[in-house]
């Protein structure tokens, strides 16, 4: 059970009947010792239950709306519960990382096997693939639209707990989830002690301090393009929503294919010039001042968690995607986030040059 | 790609079992947090502290000091070398031998 695909020479051992039991036993802690490392990469029950009960509660919206249940309702009702559902879904997505990060393990992973990509992928696949059946079916009776969302909320909780299983019974087969870390943060590997966090920065003279300050400050553009980013990736995923309401019409592939382009580069470009620069991006802020930044950022970027429940919502009532409004709206963050996020930066940095 | 060759080698320093199940977890896990280690292996700050210390004396393991997320103190995290990965798969291959395994 040593490292997989690895072909193994073995030199001739003296293995009385007691060292063989010691052996046995030794190798048989480490079985335990694997299921107790499997057990930190495994995503929580809760979590995965919610993600399951959501998808059937969605289907269930999905059918109500397209079936008419809804129609008394008027388009800001329905407009709030698109937010309220992205909001719920934001919740849950931070709480799980909440949750994760203090497992004391780099959790963000790839399946470590290709079954476990088999089930990871298909499990928000099977999710989001039922919230379609009330639109194929125009019409069904609400049972039937109940039976396929329970169905689709009990195939993807299986195929989630699938993927899990995977995984685990990699790591307890001796298998290494260091090759498939997600975090991509290899610098925090230490090699060479190269990642720039706080206390490296403070342990240097205050002239150099000063300047290696200056040099990891953001560029301009990088909050820019982070907002960017966000509100490209909520206007092409409205874009798929607004093709399944109305079917394909003339260039309605272009934006969402358009904005993945953009994403990809936008993407690429904040991730090289963070990596370049070798920042520890996990660096918290060091004063009051700076947390009042840190916490303006962070208020900031619920506008696009409401454009993006607004744009849901009307795009689910209308079949058509609103850009004018996301196009304000998103203006408004893109500004308020680069003004904020420059302003944090430098403040972090001026914190750190004082020695904060 | 030519897969590397492993050489069963019975290795007394990972062979204690508490530095055996480390190794295990590290190999697993890949950088883990000190803490983590501690609630993984049920000991205490000073048995998982000393185990740590006699692995990294020879080399099988790197301890890294982060500024941690909760209360901004440093926190420690462990990873094996190449080294320690090496001797550790080497000593793995050594046991399954003696047991009948291999």
Redesign the interface.
């Known amino acids: ?3 997989m ?7 001739p ?1 003296p ?1 009385s009947p007691d ?2 039991l ?3 036993d ?2 048989s ?2 079985t335990s ?2 299921e ?3 057990n ?2 495994t995503t929580p029950m809760w979590y995965k239950v919610s993600v399951s009960v959501g998808f059937a509660i969605a289907t269930m919206l999905v059918w109500a709306l397209w079936g008419g249940i809804f129609s008394s309702l008027s388009d800001l009702q329905i407009i709030l519960c698109g937010v309220a559902i992205t909001a719920v879904g934001v919740v849950l997505e931070v709480v799980l990382v909440w949750k994760m ?6 959790w963000l992973t790839m399946p470590a096997t290709p079954s476990g990509w088999l089930y990871g992928v298909m499990a928000p696949f099977v999710g989001i693939g039922t919230m379609t059946v009330p639109i194929w079916c125009n019409g069904m009776a609400w049972w039937m639209a109940l039976i396929a969302a329970v169905i689709g909320g009990v195939a993807t909780l299986l195929l989630m707990n699938m993927c899990d299983a995977a995984m685990r019974d990699y ?1 307890v087969a ?5 090759k498939v ?1 997600l975090d991509g943060d290899d610098r ?3 090699k060479g ?1 190269e990642l720039w ?3 490296r920065l403070l342990a240097l003279p205050d002239e150099e301090r000063r300047e290696t300050a200056r040099r990891l400050t953001s560029p301009y553009w990088l909050h820019t393009a982070i907002g960017l980013e966000a509100m490209l990736c909520i206007v092409s995923a409205l874009e798929v929503v607004s093709l399944f309401k109305i079917g394909s019409h003339a260039g309605g592939f272009i934006i969402p294919v358009g904005s993945f382009v953009l994403i990809y580069a936008l993407d690429t470009t904040v991730t090289r010039w963070t990596r370049n620069a070798k920042v ?1 991006t ?3 802020p060091a004063s009051p001042v700076s947390w009042v930044l840190f916490f303006a950022m962070a208020i900031t970027c619920l506008i696009p968690v409401y454009l993006a429940g607004y744009g849901f919502g009307f795009t689910l009532r209308s079949g058509n995607v609103p850009l004018a409004k996301l196009a304000v709206g998103g203006l408004v963050f893109v500004v308020l986030f680069s003004i904020f996020g420059q302003l944090y930066d430098r403040r972090r940095y001026s914190d750190i040059v004082k020695g904060v | 790609m030519a ?8 290795n007394e320093v990972i ?1 204690a ?1 508490m530095r ?2 480390i190794c ?2 590290l ?11 501690r ?3 049920g000991v205490s700050d000073a048995v998982c502290s000393k185990h740590l210390k006699v692995l990294s004396d020879n080399g099988y393991v ?1 301890l ?4 941690g ?2 209360n ?1 103190h ?1 926190v420690t ?1 462990v ?1 094996l070398t190449d080294e320690g990965r090496e001797a550790f ?1 080497s000593h ?11």
């Not at chain 1, 695909?5 to 030199?11: G, I, V």
């Not at chain 2, 890294?64 to 500024?67: F, L, N």
């Not at chain 2, 793995?92 to 291999?102: H, P, T, V």
Request: no cysteine; glycine share 8%; net charge positive.
């Open positions: 059970m040593i490292a695909n690895t072909p193994l020479q073995t030199k051992l293995a060292a063989r010691s052996a046995a030794a190798l802690s480490l010792t694997r107790a490392v499997a930190r990469f990060e203090r497992r004391g393990i780099h790591i001796g298998g290494s989830m260091d870390r925090r590997d230490d002690n966090t706080r206390a520890d996990r660096m918290m | 897969t590397p060759v492993i050489t069963a080698q019975f062979h079992p055996l199940r295990g977890l190999q697993g896990a890949g950088e883990v947090e000190f803490a983590a280690i609630d993984m292996l790197t890294a000091k982060r500024p997320q909760r901004g440093d995290w990873s798969e793995i291959a050594a046991l399954q031998a003696i047991a009948g395994l291999g």
